[in-house]
């Protein structure tokens, strides 16, 4: 089915260990984003990828890094994980220009031990 | 300052009463405005883009003040399924051809029989 798809929905790690979330979209989007949703913070923008093998940082993109080989996928991954980054992780994408805003996946819940 | 504000609520209502959420920006700059409707444990939805001439979809009307930085978003004869937070937000940086969109921390809403 078409769409944005995340995985895993949850993951309980333990601190220091390296985690990757992942992301995948069928609709040939040039871009995706990476959020992570935390109480007090709302939605704050990780990274971000405008096509494949290019990528950006967001507002609070340390201790994360990205990956975008192909066009569909664009992991996310915790280099060395912290409690801190106990979150909820969401991968969006959109067309170019977006007037019609970004497409987002079901999200993954991360926790860190 | 952040840059989207919102009330965060919770805001209580009647079914079938009508209500009102307001949203302030920072940037005068911002190009783009919409409102994103998110449940409980779920990804953000779009619910509608919102435009300088104030637009209506349905019970849900959306205005746009450039001068104040103001957005709002007028609920009529709410459902029990309008119940959800709802997220103010902005966009406009281009960051490598996309636009940026900016996250309130989101307004809570529960409606009840």
């Known amino acids: 089915d078409a769409g944005i798809t995340q995985s895993p929905r949850y993951k309980i790690t333990e601190t220091g260990r390296q985690v990757t979330l992942m992301c995948h979209q069928t609709?040939?989007?040039?871009?995706m984003f990476w959020y992570r949703q935390d109480l007090g913070h709302g939605l704050r923008l990780i990274y971000y990828s405008a096509a494949a093998d290019i990528t950006d940082k967001g507002e609070v993109p340390d201790g994360y890094v990205v990956s975008r080989s192909k066009t569909e996928n664009f992991p996310l991954t915790l280099e060395s994980a912290t409690r801190s980054q106990t979150s909820v992780y969401f991968c969006a994408s959109s067309e170019s220009r977006a007037e019609g805003g970004y497409t987002f996946g079901s999200g993954t819940r991360l926790t860190v031990v | 300052r952040k840059e989207v504000e919102q009330d965060p609520g919770p805001f209580n209502v009647p079914e079938g009463a009508t209500v009102a959420f307001n949203c302030t920006y920072s940037?005068?700059?911002?190009?783009?405005f919409f409102w994103y409707r998110q449940d409980c444990r779920k990804e953000p939805k779009l619910l509608m883009s919102?435009?300088?001439s104030g637009n209506e979809d349905g019970r849900f009307t959306a205005q746009l003040n450039r001068a104040s930085q103001y957005i709002s978003l007028l609920i009529r004869d709410s459902k029990l399924s309008d119940s959800a937070t709802y997220l103010c937000v902005v966009g406009g940086l281009l960051i490598q051809g996309a636009q940026k969109l900016v996250f309130g921390q989101g307004t809570r809403l529960t409606i009840n029989p």
């Open positions: 609709w040939s989007h040039s871009y």
């Open positions: 919102v435009y300088s």
């Open positions: 940037n005068s700059a911002s190009q783009s």
